[in-house]
Protein backbone atom coordinates (compact mmCIF):
# COMPACT_ATOMS: atom_id res chain seq x y z
CA UNK A 1 0.00 0.00 0.00
CA UNK A 2 1.22 3.54 -0.54
CA UNK A 3 0.15 6.65 -0.26
CA UNK A 4 0.58 10.17 -1.49
CA UNK A 5 3.75 10.65 0.02
CA UNK A 6 5.27 7.41 -1.40
CA UNK A 7 4.33 9.03 -4.34
CA UNK A 8 5.97 12.69 -3.81
CA UNK A 9 9.19 10.42 -2.72
CA UNK A 10 9.28 8.28 -5.67
CA UNK A 11 8.92 11.64 -7.80
CA UNK A 12 12.28 13.42 -5.71
CA UNK A 13 14.06 10.26 -6.23
CA UNK A 14 13.52 10.09 -10.17
CA UNK A 15 13.83 14.13 -10.42
CA UNK A 16 16.82 13.96 -8.54
CA UNK A 17 18.37 10.76 -6.87
CA UNK A 18 21.54 12.28 -5.56
CA UNK A 19 18.92 14.04 -2.83
CA UNK A 20 18.09 12.36 0.42
CA UNK A 21 14.27 12.80 0.95
CA UNK A 22 13.41 10.66 3.47
CA UNK A 23 12.86 13.49 6.52
CA UNK A 24 9.69 14.10 3.91
CA UNK A 25 9.14 10.76 4.81
CA UNK A 26 7.88 12.01 8.70
CA UNK A 27 7.57 15.59 7.48
CA UNK A 28 5.19 15.18 4.91
CA UNK A 29 2.79 12.77 6.71
CA UNK A 30 2.96 14.97 9.73
CA UNK A 31 2.06 18.04 7.52
CA UNK A 32 -0.84 15.87 6.09
CA UNK A 33 -1.97 14.34 9.15
CA UNK A 34 -1.97 17.85 10.38
CA UNK A 35 -4.56 19.24 8.03
CA UNK A 36 -6.81 16.26 8.04
CA UNK A 37 -7.07 16.19 11.76
CA UNK A 38 -7.60 19.55 12.01
CA UNK A 39 -10.25 19.35 9.39
CA UNK A 40 -12.24 16.61 10.78
CA UNK A 41 -11.86 18.37 14.60
CA UNK A 42 -13.20 21.20 13.31
CA UNK A 43 -15.99 19.35 11.39
CA UNK A 44 -16.90 17.65 14.90
CA UNK A 45 -17.16 20.68 16.73
CA UNK A 46 -18.89 22.59 14.11
CA UNK A 47 -21.87 19.69 14.20
CA UNK A 48 -21.75 20.30 17.53
CA UNK A 49 -22.31 24.24 17.42
CA UNK A 50 -18.61 24.88 18.31
CA UNK A 51 -15.50 26.58 16.89
CA UNK A 52 -12.58 24.39 17.31
CA UNK A 53 -11.10 27.24 19.43
CA UNK A 54 -14.09 27.41 21.80
CA UNK A 55 -13.71 24.08 22.85
CA UNK A 56 -9.87 24.46 23.48
CA UNK A 57 -10.07 27.59 25.60
CA UNK A 58 -13.09 25.51 27.50
CA UNK A 59 -11.04 22.67 27.93
CA UNK A 60 -8.66 24.70 29.28
CA UNK A 61 -10.44 26.11 31.88
CA UNK A 62 -12.29 22.86 32.72
CA UNK A 63 -9.10 21.21 32.66
CA UNK A 64 -7.51 23.58 35.47
CA UNK A 65 -9.34 22.53 37.73
CA UNK A 66 -9.08 26.20 39.25
CA UNK A 67 -12.71 26.77 40.40
CA UNK A 68 -11.88 30.61 40.50
CA UNK A 69 -10.83 30.31 37.12
CA UNK A 70 -7.35 31.62 34.99
CA UNK A 71 -6.20 34.47 34.46
CA UNK A 72 -6.08 35.90 30.63
CA UNK A 73 -2.69 35.66 30.86
CA UNK A 74 -2.70 31.93 31.76
CA UNK A 75 -4.69 31.24 29.00
CA UNK A 76 -2.98 32.75 26.29
CA UNK A 77 0.21 30.74 27.22
CA UNK A 78 -2.11 27.52 27.36
CA UNK A 79 -3.78 28.84 24.03
CA UNK A 80 -0.50 29.87 22.46
CA UNK A 81 -1.71 33.46 20.56
CA UNK A 82 -1.38 37.08 21.28
CA UNK A 83 -3.32 38.61 24.06
CA UNK A 84 -5.10 40.47 21.90
CA UNK A 85 -6.64 37.24 20.50
CA UNK A 86 -7.31 35.69 23.47
CA UNK A 87 -9.22 39.30 24.78
CA UNK A 88 -11.18 38.78 21.42
CA UNK A 89 -11.67 34.85 22.65
CA UNK A 90 -12.83 35.78 25.82
CA UNK A 91 -15.66 38.57 24.95
CA UNK A 92 -17.13 36.18 22.27
CA UNK A 93 -17.52 33.30 25.36
CA UNK A 94 -18.82 35.39 27.66
CA UNK A 95 -21.48 37.04 24.74
CA UNK A 96 -22.59 33.21 24.57
CA UNK A 97 -22.72 33.14 28.47
CA UNK A 98 -19.83 30.24 28.79
CA UNK A 99 -17.53 32.40 30.68
CA UNK A 100 -17.43 35.60 32.59
CA UNK A 101 -15.09 37.69 34.06
CA UNK A 102 -14.64 37.88 37.57
CA UNK A 103 -11.97 40.87 39.29
CA UNK A 104 -9.18 39.04 40.85
CA UNK A 105 -9.05 39.54 44.81
CA UNK A 106 -5.51 39.73 44.70
CA UNK A 107 -5.37 42.11 42.00
CA UNK A 108 -7.83 44.90 41.15
CA UNK A 109 -6.49 45.67 37.87
CA UNK A 110 -6.63 42.14 36.80
CA UNK A 111 -9.22 39.32 36.20
CA UNK A 112 -10.32 35.60 36.26
CA UNK A 113 -12.03 34.22 33.25
CA UNK A 114 -14.07 31.76 35.35
CA UNK A 115 -16.50 29.17 33.19
CA UNK A 116 -20.57 29.92 34.03
CA UNK A 117 -22.82 26.61 34.56
CA UNK A 118 -23.67 26.64 31.14
CA UNK A 119 -19.67 26.72 29.59
CA UNK A 120 -19.42 24.03 32.54
CA UNK A 121 -21.94 21.89 31.07
CA UNK A 122 -20.95 22.25 28.18
CA UNK A 123 -17.48 21.25 27.72
CA UNK A 124 -18.74 18.56 30.15
CA UNK A 125 -21.55 17.60 27.24
CA UNK A 126 -18.92 17.39 24.37
CA UNK A 127 -15.80 15.93 26.45
CA UNK A 128 -16.85 12.75 25.98
CA UNK A 129 -18.16 13.12 22.80
CA UNK A 130 -15.06 14.50 21.27
CA UNK A 131 -13.06 11.51 22.81
CA UNK A 132 -15.49 8.87 20.74
CA UNK A 133 -14.42 11.00 17.92
CA UNK A 134 -10.72 11.17 18.38
CA UNK A 135 -10.92 7.06 18.61
CA UNK A 136 -12.70 7.18 15.85
CA UNK A 137 -10.18 8.93 13.73
CA UNK A 138 -7.45 6.25 15.37
CA UNK A 139 -9.66 3.25 14.64
CA UNK A 140 -7.03 1.61 12.10
CA UNK A 141 -4.57 1.96 14.70
CA UNK A 142 -4.25 -1.66 16.71
CA UNK A 143 -4.10 -1.00 20.80
CA UNK A 144 -0.31 -1.93 19.70
CA UNK A 145 0.32 0.38 17.31
CA UNK A 146 -0.94 3.33 18.95
CA UNK A 147 1.32 2.27 22.29
CA UNK A 148 4.03 1.94 19.61
CA UNK A 149 3.25 5.90 18.61
CA UNK A 150 2.85 7.57 21.53
CA UNK A 151 6.35 7.76 22.84
CA UNK A 152 7.95 8.44 19.39
CA UNK A 153 6.11 11.30 19.14
CA UNK A 154 6.62 12.27 22.64
CA UNK A 155 10.40 11.57 22.40
CA UNK A 156 10.28 13.64 18.73
CA UNK A 157 7.98 16.72 20.10
CA UNK A 158 10.70 16.81 23.35
CA UNK A 159 13.39 16.77 20.95
CA UNK A 160 12.00 19.75 19.52
CA UNK A 161 12.23 21.78 22.99
CA UNK A 162 7.78 20.70 23.45
CA UNK A 163 8.58 20.15 27.51
CA UNK A 164 6.15 22.77 28.78
CA UNK A 165 2.63 24.23 27.99
CA UNK A 166 4.56 27.79 27.99
Do not use: C, Y
Not at 25 to 43: H, P
Not at 52 to 71: H, I, K, M
Not at 137 to 160: G, H, M, V, Y
Request: glycine share 6%; charged share 30%.
Amino acid sequence: MTDAVDQITAAWRQQRPDVDTSPMEIFGRLARLGRIVDRELSDFFRTHGLERWEFDVLATLRRSGNESGLSAGALNKAAMITSGAITNRIDRLTAKGWVERIPDPRDRRAIQVHLTDSGRALIDRILPLHMDNERRLLADLSPTDRETLIPLLRKFAESLGDLTLD
